[in-house]
């Protein structure tokens, strides 16, 4: 709750004047005054963090209402920009130095300025006048998590088309190869400050030759320490305005990325059981039913880490229409030609509401068949799980599934939290947005929960089945043959 009393505004709104911490929200972070949040509908203000976690309870007179968390929230920041302020106070210097330098010589003291003072002032007037006048030129750095929108958002931008669009408006895309090459982050030592981290060469000559806007895209950055994400901040300090972009994924759709990334990373050379290298992932049904932290999100994760130095704008993924049209149109500020463009092309088109890929459960179903003697030896592992997925997207042949029980309630209350956190941190601009939004998000769980993305493969089951018991007898058989007859 709220620590100090409300106070009557001018508006006959209350607003808490608090800039205590009010409590600690399940990130661990403390939640300050600096941020208003007007719920839509109502009269009553109330003070939290804008990138907080935290629901709060608003007070009335009446009685204590708990923070929905699908009410309409406008946030407006109380801090002012410190950009703003320091162009104006070298703007007020400017002046006063002009004025000094004229009320000198229309007076008698103006014998006493040299030619050298004369160059000197009007060196400093002209610095500063370049000073305030410069305006950065601007980088859109697009920083995933994961390989959310990466893939889609690269195939538009390097498209050669959409390079010449860009150009017209004034922007230049930063090639994968030569981000990938900035992971490299050579550590420059000195005896002063040891070890500081730089990006390559070429990208800190692009980063500050390039005369046009930049735009970029490697979800690889998006877990950077802090020694390398102060490497962006050397190279982008005097030279560009960044923006980092973080894709928001639901956590209900992100749990079979999440799942697959971290086993697929340990079963790289796909070995059989029995063999050495061999890695058997949990199935994905018991990898839910044993999730103990629901407080993590890698999109709150990587906007915590970034916003530490840059400038953040959130990403919503789940937006209707074409992925990579959205991002050029919403985060590439000016890039009119290709959105244009785009937005032509994709009018028709929207992004399939299909979740995340189901690979890991093709490669169960094949560790399990080959435990039980259903798959030759010499097979292997990598092509029997593939030839499982062609046949079951072709024939759509009956896959029975474990679901979880326990945690889908847990999941479901996380996944709603940070649904809000997303919306009120920007990933929604309208009331309109904010509504339909939560519309789609309810869509969105329950066809998690009829299409079974929150279940994992049954094996045992599955092999009881007489379309999967033909499919791996005739594979055998083929293998056998193949290997017989040479």
């Not at 990938?180 to 030592?189: A, L, M, V």
């Not at 399939?352 to 179903?365: I, Q, R, V």
């Not at 029997?384 to 046949?391: F, K, L, N, P, R």
């Amino acid at each position: 709750d709220i620590k100090k009393p409300f106070r009557e505004t001018s508006k006959g709104k209350r607003s808490s004047s608090t800039s205590e911490p009010i409590e600690h929200h399940p990130t661990g972070l403390p939640i300050y005054a600096n941020v208003i949040i007007t719920m839509k509908d109502s009269a009553h203000v109330a003070w939290i963090r804008k990138d907080s976690m935290h629901l709060p309870r608003i007070k009335n007179n009446m009685n204590d209402s708990v923070f929905n968390p699908r009410m309409r929230y406008s946030i407006k920041e109380v801090a002012y920009i410190p950009r703003i302020r320091n162009l104006l106070l070298l703007m007020v210097m400017a002046i006063v130095i002009i004025d000094a330098k004229y009320l000198l010589l229309a007076n008698e003291s103006s014998q006493y300025i040299d030619d050298a003072e004369h160059r000197m002032l009007d060196s400093f007037t002209s610095n500063m006048f370049e000073v305030v006048m410069r305006r950065k030129r601007s980088l859109v750095l697009h920083v995933g998590p994961q390989n959310t929108g990466e893939d889609s958002i690269q195939a538009t931008l390097s498209n050669e088309e959409s390079e010449g669009l860009l150009r017209s408006d004034n922007y230049a895309y930063i090639t994968p190869d030569a981000m990938k090459r900035s992971r490299s982050y050579q550590c420059n030592e000195t005896i002063t400050t040891g070890c500081s981290r730089t990006l390559s060469s070429d990208l800190i000559e692009l980063l500050e030759n390039e005369d046009k806007n930049l735009v970029a895209s490697n979800a690889l950055i998006s877990d950077l320490d802090d020694s390398r994400r102060q490497a962006w901040v050397n190279a982008t300090k005097e030279t560009r305005d960044v923006t980092v972009v973080v894709d928001y994924v639901r956590l209900h759709e992100l749990l079979r990325n999440r799942y697959n990334e971290v086993h697929a990373a340990k079963m790289a050379d796909r070995k059989w059981p029995g063999r050495r290298g061999f890695y058997k992932p949990p199935p994905f049904s018991d990898y839910i039913e044993k999730m103990d932290d629901f407080k993590y999100h890698e999109s709150v994760r990587t906007y915590k880490e970034w916003a530490k130095d840059f400038k953040v704008s959130i990403f919503n993924t789940h937006q209707e229409g074409d992925l990579a049209t959205n991002f050029v149109c919403q985060e590439t500020q000016g890039a009119n030609h290709l959105c244009n463009k785009l937005t032509k092309e994709n009018q028709r088109k929207q992004d399939s509401k299909s979740l995340s890929p189901m690979y890991m459960d093709y490669d169960t179903l094949a560790v399990y068949a080959f435990e039980e003697g259903l798959i030759h030896e010499n097979e292997k592992r990598l092509e029997v799980a593939q030839a499982i997925q062609d046949h079951h997207e072709k024939t759509n042949e009956y896959i029975p599934r474990a679901c979880p029980t326990k945690n889908l309630r847990k999941i479901k209350r996380a996944s709603t939290k940070f649904e809000q956190w997303a919306l009120m941190n920007g990933a929604s601009e309208s009331d309109s947005d904010f509504d339909s939004n939560w519309a789609d998000f309810d869509e969105s769980w329950s066809m998690a929960l009829e299409n079974g993305h929150l279940c994992g493969v049954d094996p045992e089951a599955a092999l009881e089945e007489e379309g999967w018991q033909d499919f791996f007898r005739l594979r055998y058989v083929q293998k056998s043959s193949q290997l017989y007859f040479g």
